[in-house]
């Protein structure tokens, strides 16, 4: 079964630090890839979606097949990209599987 | 193990029918959430419940409907009102609404049109 896995429950950097949040998965066919974040008291929200190949606030994402990654980066983090940060798979039979979240936290 | 389960997996409405998502969660969460997710769109909010006895309509919850009788359910209905139902529905949960604590999903299910 495809299984997403955020191996950073917590994550915290330095305003103006780049920051990655990691994402593995298993699946053994051709998925697509989501990033969504949550900003405090807000609503889950798509951040981006791997075949869009788009910066969305800063971030990117790039699928990586052969380790199995789509690791989400942002070379310059601001305060206010502080959030949950989901990792989300869908695979084609378009069922969605998400990862456990990890929570950024941009200190001043 | 504490988790969010949602039954069936797969379900099958006809045309005219009601038919009923189930989403239990042993994780004591006061807050629960129901998602629709179609193909090339992101998730979308149907219906929420911030506590128990109270929820509330989110984004797209014409014709939905739910009820949260027991803190640990949340089970959805798609009505025969809801045109284009054919979608994967997933559930959510989390310790308080909207807080700074993580939400936990459910495996989803895939509700079709026969």
């Known amino acids: 079964a495809q299984r997403v896995t955020q191996p950073e429950k917590l994550l915290s950097v330095f305003k103006g630090a780049p920051v990655e949040l990691k994402c593995n998965y298993s699946?053994?066919?051709?998925?697509?890839l989501f990033w969504y974040v949550q900003y405090s008291r807000q609503r889950l929200q798509l951040l981006l979606r791997h075949i869009s190949r788009e910066s969305i606030k800063g971030f990117t994402a790039d699928l990586n097949k052969g380790e199995t990654s789509f690791h989400l980066k942002k070379p310059f983090a601001q305060e206010e990209d502080s959030a949950m940060y989901y990792c989300a798979l869908r695979d084609e039979n378009n069922d969605m599987r998400f990862g456990a979240g990890t929570r950024l936290t941009v200190k001043p | 193990d504490g988790g969010i389960t949602q039954s069936p997996k797969y379900l099958f409405r006809k045309e005219g029918q009601n038919v009923t998502l189930s989403c239990e969660q042993n994780l004591n969460h006061d807050a629960m959430y129901w998602y629709r997710q179609d193909p090339g769109q992101g998730l979308r909010l149907i219906y929420y419940s911030q506590i128990v006895n109270d929820f509330q309509k989110g984004d797209i919850a014409e014709g939905y409907s739910v009820s949260r009788e027991k803190k640990e359910s949340f089970p959805l209905t798609v009505t025969s009102a809801q045109k284009n139902p054919t979608a994967f529905y997933l559930c959510a949960s989390s310790r308080r609404f909207y807080s700074n604590q993580p939400q936990h999903f459910g495996d989803g299910t895939r509700l079709s049109i026969l």
């Open positions: 699946y053994s066919g051709s998925p697509e």
